[in-house]
C-alpha cells in the first residue's frame, strides 16, 4: 500500500515538472516572438527614414530642374536675340569686304543702282531698311515688335501627380501674339516692357487640395487656394496680378512649397473641365 502511494506521488511530482517545463518553454518563445517583433518595428521605422529621404530628394531635384527650365528657357530668348544681332553684322562685313576687295584689285565697275538686301537666310518677318552715309548705303535688319502681345493657353490632360514646387504646363495653346509663351514648359518670357495682366484657373476634383503661385522670376506675386474636402464635386480657383515686367522676365504658375497645403487630388484639363493660363498687354 505504502508502495503504491509512493508510485502516485512520484507521477504526480513528474506531472508536475513536466508541465513547469513546457510553461518555460512557451515563455521564451514568446520573448523571441516579442523580440522578432520589435526588431521587424525597428526596420520599419528605418525603411520610412530612407523613403521619406527619397521624396525630400524627389523634390528638391524637382525644384533644382524646375529653375534649370528657367534658366534654359532665358539663355535661349537671350540666344535668339543675339543671334540676329550676329547675322546683320555678318552681312555687313560681307558688303564691306566685298568693297574692300574691289577697291584693291582696281575693278571698274560701276556700283549697283539698287544693290541686294542681304538678309542672312533670316525669315520674311524682319523688314529691310537703309541710311545714306556720303557714297557707303548701309543695310539695317530691323525685328518688327508686334503691336499686340496676349497669350491663352489651357490643359489638355489632367494634372493628377500634385506636388510641391512643380510648374504646371498648360500646353494647348489658343492664342501667341508675340511668341512669348511655351507650351512645353509653361513659361511665358516677356518679349516688350510694359503692364500686363496674368490670369490662370484652376479646376480640382473630389478629396484635392491644391496650392499655387504666378511667380515673376522666381518672386511670388499671386495665389491661388482650391479645396474641396470630401465632396463630390467640382472646385475652381482663380488669380488676377496686374503687373509691371520688363523684356526676358519669366512668369509661370506653380505648386506652392509652404507645408500647410495637402497638395493632393487632381488637377483638370479636358474639353469641358479646364485649366488655363492667360495674359496680356495693357501697355
Known sequence: MVGSYL???????????????????????????????????????EFGNELEAVKSDLASQ?????????????????????????KCGKSEMDSRDGLAENNKEGSSRKPETNPKVFTGGLSNSLEAGEINTGDTQKRLLATPVSPVIAFSAYMSKNEGHVVDHHILT??????????????????????????????????????????????????????????????????TSTSIVVAHVNQGDTVFVRTANDGACGQTGVVYGDTWRRSTFAGWLLA
Open 170 to 235: 498648360f500646353d494647348t495653346v489658343q492664342t501667341n501674339e508675340g511668341n512669348g509663351y511655351n507650351r512645353h514648359t509653361g513659361i511665358f518670357i516677356v518679349p516688350k516692357s510694359g503692364v500686363y495682366v496674368f490670369t490662370y484657373t484652376l479646376m480640382i476634383g473630389s478629396n484635392s487640395e491644391v496650392c499655387t503661385n504666378l511667380l515673376i522670376n522666381e518672386a511670388i506675386y499671386g495665389h491661388a487656394y482650391a479645396y474641396s474636402g470630401s465632396l463630390n464635386v467640382l472646385q
Open 62 to 86: 524637382r525644384r533644382e530642374n524646375s529653375k534649370q527650365n528657367i534658366v534654359i528657357e532665358t539663355l535661349k530668348s537671350k540666344l535668339s536675340a543675339c543671334g540676329l544681332k550676329l
Open 7 to 45: 508510485i502516485i506521488v512520484f507521477i504526480a511530482l513528474c506531472g508536475f515538472h513536466t508541465h513547469y517545463t513546457l510553461e518555460v518553454v512557451d515563455g521564451n518563445d514568446l520573448k523571441e516572438l516579442k523580440l522578432l517583433i520589435i526588431e521587424q518595428n525597428r526596420r520599419l521605422h
